[in-house]
């Protein structure tokens, strides 16, 4: 059998049970511990000056391979490209957008030094699953340095739309990138027809839609690859056992003795300006405007750990967070009340499972995100009997597959003022319907299935990239939705 080997800028913390540092690290550690493999990447060191080397550690079934950056590589490739070009763009938030040419170098070159790192470890059969933005370039990277190995790459953020994306300089380098890969896989069918729209528009490439929910053919810079959607699971059993369990321990009841009867709306973020928090505490703070019978009978916690906190962007958004919570406590709060308790720290998932099962409302509102597995994995902490309403936006992968959630625009103060007073007034018959509903979906789609599906195309493609394209007057096929 062929070893699995996954490169991700981010990798889970080596010590298991810690908080974790995102989204990508969670779900792509729940996918490999099972199957087994290597996961190379960022060791989340930067260094002044020695040369980088890498770090093996073996885990169970899995080997880390790590490796520092020297300041210049973190600065041009993390936070110059990466995150303050790539990330506002593809996040719809082409105000954000930073570039710089020496940033754009500064990542291609990284990419290619990782790639370099990397194929000393290489075994022939190896099947190679890149992960996220950061590492667009890498398939070119690895194939200029003689690689011929099987290559996929999924991008856990949004992929935007063509005129969203134009605005980022280097577009067409960066698409032309990304078809070097065999395989590319997006959270949703949007994101994937957003990348068709590109490549048939502004690339002067074709598409073909694939039969019976196979990938998308794309062809496109006289390469034929191919594309799909696969939205990223979670283990929703595993996710309640924890919750079950995390309820007798010390936060929960901490939580439980200081709510006094209290309802609880409970939110957990990376403190990122993709994750709508002011507008979602203004919405909270509507709803108090609105029912004063809320007050003092419902509490809002909001756990934000700092992300990325060099940055200019996050540091604005947390002075913002820290200025609403601190207007509208003060315009609520009593005695014996706070109506936001804001808490800028990380939690362990165990902690953060069993919050969410004692809690009446998920509150889940980015402007915009790739999935967002807080909201799966609010749901999958539920009590079936007496479970939580989940309060999602539109605009979160997650709301493709979580119907039965009340789903918001994230920018709709009103709106989603409405859907916390729909969702801590809905009866239980609702409740119980609204949840099956999702935790049936869950389990349907987790996160071995999102894995599988994912290296049963890459595998299944062989030969795909050698094909020729079509001829060019061949018509081109739109993906539909
Ligand atoms: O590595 P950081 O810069 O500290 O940021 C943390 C991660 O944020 C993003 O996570 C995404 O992946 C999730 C899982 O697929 C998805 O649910 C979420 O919508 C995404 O935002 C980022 O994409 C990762 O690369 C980062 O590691
Ligand atoms: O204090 C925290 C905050 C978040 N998380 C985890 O970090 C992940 C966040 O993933 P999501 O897809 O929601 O967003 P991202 O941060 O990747 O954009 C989830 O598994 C959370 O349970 C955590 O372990 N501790």
Redesign the pocket.
């Known amino acids: 059998m062929s070893r699995l080997i996954i490169v991700?800028?981010?990798v889970a913390p080596i010590s298991e049970g810690g908080p974790a540092?995102?989204?990508?690290?969670?779900?792509v550690y729940d996918a490999l511990k099972e199957t087994g493999g290597m996961w190379f990447g960022w060791s989340g060191e930067v260094l002044s000056s020695t040369p980088p080397h890498i770090d093996v550690v073996e885990r169970g079934p899995v080997t880390f391979a790590t490796i520092g950056l020297v300041r210049r590589d973190y600065d041009q490739y993390?936070r110059g490209f990466s995150?303050a070009t790539l990330w506002p763009a593809f996040h719809y938030r082409a105000d954000l957008i930073q570039y710089d040419r020496h940033d754009f170098e500064g990542y291609c070159r990284v990419n290619a030094w990782l790639a370099q790192q990397l194929v000393p470890l290489l075994r022939e059969d190896d099947v190679i699953w890149v992960?996220?933005?950061?590492l667009i370039p890498f398939a070119q990277a690895l194939r200029a340095a003689g690689v011929k190995n099987r290559l996929g790459f999924f991008l856990?953020?949004p992929f935007p739309a063509p005129q969203v994306l134009l605005s980022v300089p280097p577009h067409r380098a960066l698409v032309e990138a990304l078809c070097s890969f065999d395989l590319l896989g997006f959270?949703t069918v949007p994101d994937l027809r957003a990348f068709c729209e590109y490549v048939v528009h502004e690339a002067g490439g074709q598409v073909e839609a694939g039969a019976d929910k196979a990938p998308t053919l794309v062809h496109a810079f006289g390469r034929t690859l191919r594309a799909q959607a696969y939205p990223?699971g979670v283990y929703p059993d595993e996710i309640a056992q924890l919750a079950k369990a995390g309820t007798r321990g010390k936060p929960a009841r901490t939580m439980k003795a200081t709510l006094h009867e209290r309802k609880l709306i409970m939110s957990v973020d990376?403190l990122?300006y993709?994750k709508g928090l002011v507008e979602r505490f203004r919405a909270f703070e509507r709803l108090l405007d609105q029912v004063p019978a809320y007050r003092n009978h419902v509490s809002f916690v909001q756990i934000a750990p700092p992300?990325?906190a060099d940055m200019h962007a996050y540091q604005d958004i947390r002075l913002r967070l820290e200025s609403e919570s601190g207007r509208i406590n003060g315009r609520f709060a009593e005695l014996d009340w706070t109506p936001i308790r804001y808490i800028h720290r990380q939690y362990e998932r165990q902690v953060l499972a069993a919050l969410f099962r004692q809690s009446h409302v998920g509150y889940v509102t980015?402007l915009r995100?790739?999935?967002?597995?807080v909201a799966k994995e609010y749901v999958s902490a539920q009590d079936p009997d007496d479970p939580g309403v989940l309060v999602l936006s539109r605009f979160?992968?997650?709301a493709q597959e979580l119907t039965g959630a009340l789903i918001v625009n994230p920018i709709d103060i009103d709106g989603m003022a409405d859907a916390l007073a729909q969702g801590l007034a809905m009866p239980l018959a609702e409740r119980r319907a609204r949840y099956r509903d999702m935790i049936a979906q869950l389990r349907e789609n987790n996160v071995s299935v999102w894995r599988d599906n994912f290296l049963r195309d890459l595998k299944d493609g062989e030969g795909t990239a050698k094909r020729r394209a079509p001829r060019a007057k061949a018509a081109a096929k739109r993906v539909e939705a």
Not at 131 to 134: F, M, R
């Open positions: 991700s800028n981010r540092a995102g989204g990508l690290a969670v779900g993390y995150n992960h996220d933005y950061h856990h953020i959270q990223i990376r990122d993709s992300t990325r980015p995100d790739g999935m967002n597995l979160a992968g997650a």
